[in-house]
């Protein structure tokens, strides 16, 4: 296909949008799938449509149809082939996986009784297999393979490494409670980010943070350099314990958020905030402990309190100081991942409720899974 065909082939769909608007969602999607399918297989095998080239891989072998479910609806899509079977659309693959997860999600909640009127509304059309016990634990075992051999695969030398925690429902002997997902977002010296690891368990405490850092020292993660997080308890002394010599960033954002609280009258806030945003603007440590007893004289009086959490607590957020001054931006502050929380609430929110621990880890894996791919093939977060 020529690039004039690539152009019409986008443009119809446009088209479509603007004719039947979401009436034809499902039409437009199932369409540009096949296009990116398309491509994939042309650049796997290093030629165009009816091109002639010793760098060609291989050869075309016509299209597999293949109805999937999501929820615009069933897709009738056209998987493209080659001769050797060495091809597999990762376009398709990738975009499906974490809805595959959820759908298990959601049937073994309707399988296992403990369904909202939401979930009790699962039909084999949404789920695209029967609910029952059976095939939902075979549903569910196809993507755990995939995604226990992604959680586990060997890591490297990343030089920044982000840790966060965030919560999810789940059913857990007959009540709700809250588990902790873990998540580790490391960035290479290539300047790419990439999803390091994951977990859930039933706290955020000490133990489970030490496990979680243990595991991704077993696969060989090392050459870290810093470490960004907020300041939770537990992710601290377990920090202390597994990488000890590894200087820490307290986030900046988190800590502006927590001065607040110390503020006394409603009219400072904005004026103690900039004052903040001075001192973690510093160009060099000297200049930041300046201006920071500066803000501890200026407010001694008016807000004790502040002052005294001032002296115990800002001087963990200019470690970055040490740091080359064009990476700062990106180390100050742990919001990277707080982004792919975002996403993954997006996501777990229409579940609602997990019926287990390993629900919860299938889900959360594969979109993770999911964006740390995206980020692979996506531009450099910071240069080094």
């Not at 004039?4 to 499902?26: H, Q, R, T």
């Not at 009127?117 to 393979?145: M, N, P, W, Y």
């Not at 200019?318 to 080359?324: A, E, G, M, S, Y």
């Amino acid at each position: 296909m020529t690039r004039l065909e690539d152009y019409n082939a986008i443009n119809d769909v446009v088209k479509l949008l603007a004719e039947d608007g979401f009436d034809s969602l499902g039409e437009a999607i199932r369409r540009i799938i096949n296009e990116a399918m398309r491509l994939e297989r042309q650049n796997h095998l290093g030629v165009g449509h009816y091109e002639r080239s010793e760098a060609r891989c291989g050869y075309a072998n016509g299209y597999k149809s293949k109805t999937v479910q999501t929820r615009v609806g069933a897709l009738d899509l056209a998987v493209p082939q080659v001769r050797d079977s060495s091809f597999y659309p990762s376009s398709l693959e990738k975009g499906l996986r974490s809805e595959r997860a959820l759908k298990v999600a959601l049937a073994e909640m309707y399988v296992q009784g403990v369904s909202t009127r939401k979930v009790a509304k699962i039909t084999e059309q949404l789920c695209g297999f029967e609910i029952t016990s059976t095939q939902v634990s075979r549903a569910a075992k196809e993507l755990d393979e995939i995604l226990e051999q992604w959680r586990n695969r060997p890591l490297g030398a990343f030089p920044y490494v982000y840790l966060d925690a965030r919560y999810e429902k789940v059913r857990h002997n007959g009540s709700v409670i809250d588990v902790a997902v873990l998540v580790a977002i490391g960035v290479a010296k290539t300047g790419k980010r990439q999803i390091l690891g994951t977990s859930v368990a039933l706290s955020e405490q000490e133990a489970h943070w030490r496990d979680f850092l243990r595991s991704l020292q077993e696969r060989q993660l090392h050459g870290i350099q810093l470490f960004i997080s907020d300041a939770h308890e537990g992710l601290k002394a377990a920090r202390k314990a597994v990488f000890p010599s590894v200087p820490w960033q307290r986030c900046q954002f988190h800590l502006q958020q927590n001065a607040q609280a110390y503020v006394p009258k409603k009219e400072m806030k904005k004026e103690v905030a900039a004052a903040i945003r001075g001192i973690f603007n510093a160009p060099d440590e000297a200049e930041a402990k300046r201006q920071l007893n500066l803000l501890v004289e200026r407010y001694e009086k008016a807000a004790p309190r502040l002052t005294a959490w001032a002296e115990e607590n800002i001087q963990e957020g200019l470690t970055i100081l040490q740091f080359p001054e064009e990476h700062r931006r990106r180390i100050r502050t742990s919001n990277v991942i707080e982004r792919v929380n975002k996403e993954i609430r997006r996501r777990t929110r229409v579940a609602t409720l997990f019926p287990n621990e390993d629900s919860c880890l299938r889900l959360v894996s594969a979109v993770l899974m999911e964006i740390s791919e995206e980020w692979e093939t996506g531009r450099v977060y910071l240069t080094f």
